[in-house]
């Protein structure tokens, strides 16, 4: 499976699963476990995109605004990361590689974790500020990470 069709499919089981996922989450209460839908996102991002576009004992920085931290895996726990998503602007004349975070929305000017994820929220390369850009602006590209 290439890089591409894994995101496209993991955007669209996202938004597909979202409405029956927040059911569940409001059943659990929100209180009780607040970062139930991080933890639901990780888990399958591992199984449905890791699993498929990488082999063996190569992984993926964490799905989401977290930093690269290998305690927050759900399988092979600790393991590092050894490969990253890198994005480029379609639009930009001149390319930066951007790191990808997650999927998103945007509502009125507001980034929210919600369906339809029509949107990719992307680290800058200074490593501290983030910009969200259509998906359809976005390239993908996967990159080893030396040392790894």
């Avoid at 890089?3 to 659990?28: G, M, V």
């Avoid at 590092?80 to 998103?104: G, M, N, Q, W």
């Avoid at 996967?142 to 790894?148: D, K, M, N, V």
Wanted: hydrophobic content about 40%; some cysteine; overall charge negative.
């Amino acid at each position: 499976m290439t890089l591409e069709s894994a995101l496209i499919k993991f955007r669209l089981f996202l938004t597909d699963s979202w409405p029956i996922l927040l059911a569940f989450a409001n059943d659990a209460g929100w209180d009780d476990d607040p970062y139930f839908l991080d933890r639901w996102q990780q888990a399958n991002w591992e199984l449905l995109v890791e699993q498929k576009i990488l082999s063996g004992q190569q992984f993926l920085p964490p799905y989401g605004y977290a930093k690269e931290d290998p305690g927050l895996r759900h399988t092979n726990t600790d393991s590092a990361v050894t490969h990253r998503i890198i994005c480029f602007d379609k639009l930009e004349t001149v390319k930066r590689s951007y790191r990808f975070l997650c999927f998103v929305t945007r509502r009125h000017d507001t980034v929210c974790i919600d369906a339809p994820f029509d949107y990719v929220s992307l680290r800058l390369p200074n490593g501290r500020d983030v910009r969200d850009l259509p998906v359809s602006q976005v390239e993908f590209h996967l990159e080893a990470i030396s040392g790894a």
